[in-house]
């Protein structure tokens, strides 16, 4: 059964930098977008960017251009994100989601993972 | 950038009731590329619906999809008890970013 199981909870400085993971399996991995949404604490849903993993062209949100990196290693069927700089208002639950093109629906997603910034 | 507005904040009814949410796009969603999810506490979003419409497998027939352009309804028929969550519509189907409405709230009356 397809399964993204995301690493665990990191407590971060201001300024300090996180890389969250997300592993997937249940099916070919390079096939399907995998993309990162934020959820902070009693708000929406927040995108953040997608990678296609067979080739790794990646695509952000405007408003986390150059702070935030995401990767994948095919070895491990492992996406990446990475956010820098971070600040409080990073606090949130981040979560990994597939779909099937970079234009469709997320039809799995990753349990999520909660990020704290707090001096 | 696609501004989903959702309506009501919080919808409250009792088991059995019919509910109707609505999602109003600030411009027309391309192909309906429209898709509605359903969040509970501590858990990730459930996939409901896509292409405005079309249901995801295994999500009971009382949930359904409608509208188009700019205009988006989700109904459920008759509430059962696990219905009672936050549900989002999202757009996917234009350029970055793609977008997720504020959310409705269905609680128990």
């Known amino acids: 059964q397809v399964q993204l199981v995301q690493s665990g909870a990191e407590v971060k400085k201001p300024g300090a930098s996180v890389k969250v993971s997300c592993k997937a399996s249940?099916?070919?991995?390079?096939?399907?977008?995998i993309h990162w949404v934020r959820q902070a604490p009693g708000q929406s849903l927040e995108w953040m960017g997608w990678?296609?993993?067979?080739?790794?062209?990646?695509k952000y949100s405007q408003k986390f251009q150059g702070r935030v990196t995401i990767t994948r290693d095919t070895s491990a069927s492992t996406a990446y994100m990475d956010l820098s700089s971070l600040r409080s208002e990073d606090t949130a639950v981040y979560f990994c989601a597939r779909s099937y093109t970079t234009s469709s629906e997320f039809d799995y997603w990753g349990q999520g993972s909660l990020v704290t910034v707090s001096s | 950038e696609i501004v989903l507005t959702q309506s009501p904040g919080t919808l409250s009814l009792s088991p059995g009731e019919r509910a109707t949410l609505s999602c109003r796009a600030s411009?027309?969603?391309?192909?309906?590329?429209l898709a509605w999810y359903q969040q509970k506490p501590g858990q990730a979003p459930r996939l409901l619906i896509y292409g405005a419409s079309s249901r995801a497998t295994g999500i009971p027939d009382r949930f359904s999809g409608s509208g188009s352009e700019t205009d988006f309804t989700l109904t459920i028929s008759r509430l059962e008890p696990e219905d009672f969550a936050v549900y989002y519509c999202q757009q996917y189907g234009s350029s970055p970013p793609l977008t997720f409405g504020g959310g409705t709230k269905v609680e128990i009356k």
């Open positions: 249940g099916y070919t991995f390079a096939s399907y977008a």
């Open positions: 990678i296609i993993p067979g080739n790794g062209d990646t």
């Open positions: 411009q027309s969603v391309s192909s309906s590329y």
